[in-house]
């Protein structure tokens, strides 16, 4: 299973942008052994340890995701850009809209 990529994007790559995709990278490369490791107390903090013991694979990638794309959307860069960037998640998928737009929607498969 996979972090797969639902892009609307079409404007330049920017900082905000790049840095979501390279997290979905990271995720799909280093998610089943953060997972692994959570769950049996080797990495992570009690917060995500938690996580992993309560939920699944699914669930804890598009958390941990939800809370890289918040740090993107959230940067000083994006402050300043003049832009408006948004994430969230619903049960299945996490999105990323721009300008009141969807850009990115990310769901496991």
């Known amino acids: 299973m996979e972090i797969n990529v639902e892009n609307k994007f079409n404007g330049t790559e920017n900082y905000v942008t790049k840095n979501i995709l390279e997290c979905v990278k990271f995720w799909n490369r ?3 052994t953060a997972f692994e490791n959570n769950k049996n107390g080797e990495w992570g903090d009690k917060s995500t340890q938690e996580l992993a013991l309560s939920t699944t694979y699914d669930d804890f990638v598009l958390h941990m995701l939800l809370c ?3 740090v993107f959307c959230n ?3 994006s402050k300043e850009s003049g ?3 948004e994430c ?3 049960r299945s998928h996490v999105w990323v809209h ?3 737009e ?3 929607m ?3 498969k």
């Open 98 to 100: 721009l300008n009141d």
């Open 30 to 32: 280093e998610g089943l």
């Open 106 to 108: 990310f769901f496991v």
């Open 75 to 77: 940067s000083k860069f």
């Open 83 to 85: 832009d408006k960037y």
């Open 68 to 70: 890289d794309c918040n």
């Open 102 to 104: 969807r850009i990115f």
């Open 88 to 90: 969230g998640r619903t």
